[in-house]
């Protein structure tokens, strides 16, 4: 019985641990497209900049995966004028989610 508690407590560690790895590589990924977007959408000066990273991630706290961000984006650019379609966000998403991931794993 003991070896069967060693185990189930093994998977609840990894599945901890997955879990955690998914959260930082999400917030890195945020974090990559608001600076993308801060480009973007010309904001400059750091604070400017740190408070749509916060936005970002912020808006990412609404609805399991990405769907949110693109969202808030897409809103944001047409706001300023900026031609930016759904799946040209959608690309950035999957390019700065590849990259943040191997950031994570990296342990960079």
């Given amino acids: 019985m003991s070896s069967f508690d060693d185990r189930k407590r093994a998977e609840e560690s990894k ?4 879990a955690e790895l998914r959260f930082k590589a999400e917030a890195r990924r945020n974090k990559h497209l ?3 977007a801060c480009d973007q959408l010309g904001i400059e000066g750091a604070d400017e900049r740190a ?3 916060a936005e970002v991630i912020a808006a990412d706290m ?3 995966g990405p769907a949110d961000v693109v969202r808030k984006l897409k809103a944001d650019f047409e706001a300023r004028n900026v031609a ?3 799946a040209e966000i959608a690309r950035r998403v ?7 991931k191997q950031e994570v794993l990296a342990g960079s």
């Fill in 15 to 18: 599945f901890a641990h997955d």
């Fill in 34 to 36: 608001a600076y993308w």
């Fill in 51 to 53: 408070n749509y990273v």
């Fill in 62 to 64: 609404t609805e399991a």
């Fill in 84 to 86: 930016f379609d759904e």
């Fill in 94 to 100: 999957d390019q700065f989610d590849a990259q943040a």
